[in-house]
């Protein structure tokens, strides 16, 4: 079974830019999940999503926004970049949700220039 | 909010040595996960423990979860350098629904 996949694996962009990163997960998965990964803040939790809906939501501003499509595949978007948003994205997907195992991509590295 | 605490954040240890990282919450926790990165890699799950003091083994690598199920602990024997990475628990939440809330990490390192 293939893995969770990410694209692009590197970005580069300006601040004020904006950027859309994509997720597919593991077939039969309905639920996928993004993280924030930074040296200094550790593995933060950005959304799920469960079935093309958003099913939780953690604590970052209105610039980061995602969705989920049929297929179960997953954007993210972030607006109006910041310096501080350079980052490794992580996308996870699992069959049920959170409580359960997550398989994590191999990530998408942002930077912001 | 919601937070779990792990300690210590850095251990550098001699191949061969034990190896132990602790993961603490003020509030019980629905269930532990723990997941595995390593050096440039994303996080690989290892296991999740959801019983009150359940003890599960994987070769070398022991997981606890608290009576209280307010802590758990990954123990290590015998490092090797395949060991290195960073360990994280998460606390994932009740059912469906709960989010998966990362501690911030224990970074291993062993020396040959």
């Known amino acids: 079974k293939a893995g969770v996949t990410q694209t692009p694996r590197y970005l580069i962009k300006t601040r004020g830019q904006q950027v859309t990163l994509s997720c597919s997960p593991i077939?039969?998965?309905?639920?996928v999940s993004w993280y924030q990964q930074t040296p200094g803040q550790g593995l933060q939790f950005l959304f799920e999503y469960f079935s093309e809906t958003q099913r939780n939501k953690g604590n970052f501003p209105g610039r980061f926004s995602g969705r989920q499509f049929s297929n179960s595949r997953s954007e993210m978007n972030v607006s109006t970049l910041e310096l501080g948003d350079s980052a490794l994205y992580l996308c996870a997907s699992s069959l049920y949700g959170q409580g359960y195992e997550q398989y994590f991509g191999p990530g998408t590295r942002l930077t912001v220039t | 909010g919601q937070q779990v605490m792990q300690i210590p954040q850095y251990q550098h240890v001699q191949e061969g040595e034990d190896f132990t990282t602790y993961c603490n919450s003020s509030?019980?926790?629905?269930?532990i996960q723990w997941y595995k990165q390593r050096p440039g890699g994303h996080p690989v799950f290892l296991i999740q423990l959801v019983k009150s003091g359940e003890v599960k083994k994987q070769k070398r690598l022991t997981f606890q979860f608290g009576e209280a199920k307010k802590n758990s602990s990954l123990h290590i024997t015998a490092t090797q350098t395949t060991d290195v990475g960073t360990y994280f628990c998460a606390e994932g939440g009740s059912g469906n629904t709960g989010k998966l809330i990362f501690g911030q990490g224990t970074t291993l390192q062993v020396k040959p």
């Open positions: 077939s039969g998965h309905r639920s």
């Open positions: 509030t019980t926790l629905s269930n």
